[in-house]
């Protein structure tokens, strides 16, 4: 598992990565001689023999960058809190937090001494940094099978969304974690879930035999902290993978214009594009060599099977406003066949609300 640290660290941009052997490694971006970027590894730490690095989480989602801690989870159900000073991870503190793998580990990003985790023991449990973590806050029983996914929410406070092999997101009020307010079935283990970076009530899930989901919390987070009620609806799928849906974020860049790594073909002289630049090619090849596809018109703009014509993308609005309309890019990647797609959403309720077509417009 990867992360990117919220902020920049000494004016760089650093990226934690939990390894399968075991390690927490740091790696920070760099210019190459060709005028590309590439990563470079600046520090590495062993978590111990005979452990799998299963999670890793920053402190910084909400932007602070005074205090930059990690913490990561392991194959013996173990957790470790390592604190950054110049480039290098120093442990804070390690305890024994479940009985079995301990899938997931996270931190509270409006209380940062409050660390969250899930185990194969069907536990969620919460840790106060202040205090001996010999004891949890709480634990919670309520997933009724292993959880893996844990993402506190960066625009609300308060607002916790978990998922785990049982096939269920829920979502919580971290001052009453007795019940949790929200309850989605996906219809596949929830192994990564990820906010939105700017829009508080969108949650992206990776769901294992489910594929790729958007799901719209507004109404459901925003309930009294004592009612469970009902699901957040799914406003997007996303189906092209071949494998277990394994890994999910939204990307932070603007898309005013094409991504800069995929720009469109050169435009004919002769022929005049009709519509706004801005989706992302799909080029998708089926691991079967069932079929190889490329939809895009022939001036090299992809245009959705549902609409005549691509609407420009809308303006990020700030947070804690539900746009008219949004344009996101996305990336997943899928287990077996270690395969990575970026993908674009283009999303206009009201538009929706007429055609009932919610899918992604665009992948690559």
């Avoid at 703009?301 to 890019?329: E, K, Q, W």
Wanted: charged share 20%.
């Amino acid at each position: 598992m990867s992360q990117k640290c919220h902020t920049e660290i000494s004016e760089h941009s650093l990226l934690g990565m939990a390894t399968a052997c075991g390690e927490i490694q740091l790696h920070r971006l760099r210019d190459t001689q060709h005028g590309r970027c590439a990563l470079e590894r600046v520090f590495c730490t062993e978590l111990g023999p005979n452990r799998l690095a299963l999670s890793l989480d920053w402190s910084t989602g909400r932007g602070d960058s005074t205090d930059p801690r990690v913490v990561t989870s392991d194959s013996t159900g173990s957790l470790m809190v390592l604190s950054l000073a110049e480039d290098h991870l120093t442990a804070v503190s390690q305890w024994k937090a479940h009985d079995f793998e301990a899938w997931i580990s996270a931190f509270s990003y409006w209380d940062t001494q409050l660390v969250y985790s899930g185990g194969d023991d069907c536990k969620l449990k919460g840790w106060d940094l202040r205090t001996s973590p010999s004891s949890a806050v709480f634990t919670s029983k309520r997933h009724s099978m292993g959880v893996c996914s844990i993402h506190s929410n960066p625009h609300r406070e308060h607002v916790l969304a978990t998922g785990s092999y049982d096939e269920t997101v829920l979502l919580w009020d971290g001052r009453n974690m007795r019940q949790p307010v929200s309850e989605t079935a996906v219809g596949g283990g929830v192994w990564r879930l990820k906010w939105h970076p700017v829009h508080e009530h969108l949650l992206l899930a990776a769901c294992m035999h489910n594929d790729f989901h958007i799901l719209h919390c507004q109404e459901a987070a925003g309930k009294p902290k004592n009612g469970n009620e009902g699901s957040c609806p799914i406003l997007a799928s996303y189906i092209l993978h071949n494998s277990l849906a394994y890994g999910a974020d939204w990307s932070r860049l603007p898309l005013s214009g094409p991504p800069p790594s995929s720009p469109p073909p050169e435009t004919p002289s002769s022929v005049a594009p009709s519509e706004p630049k801005g989706h992302v090619r799909i080029q998708y090849e089926s691991p079967t060599a069932s079929f190889d596809t490329s939809l895009e018109d022939e001036c090299g703009c992809y245009i959705p099977d549902h609409t005549t014509a691509v609407s420009a993308p809308a303006p990020v609005p700030g947070v804690g406003h539900d746009p008219a309309s949004l344009s996101c890019l996305l990336a997943s990647c899928s287990f077996y066949d270690h395969m990575l797609h970026v993908w674009r959403w283009d999303w206009s309720p009201e538009t929706e609300a007429r055609s009932g077509d919610t899918g992604p417009t665009s992948s690559s």
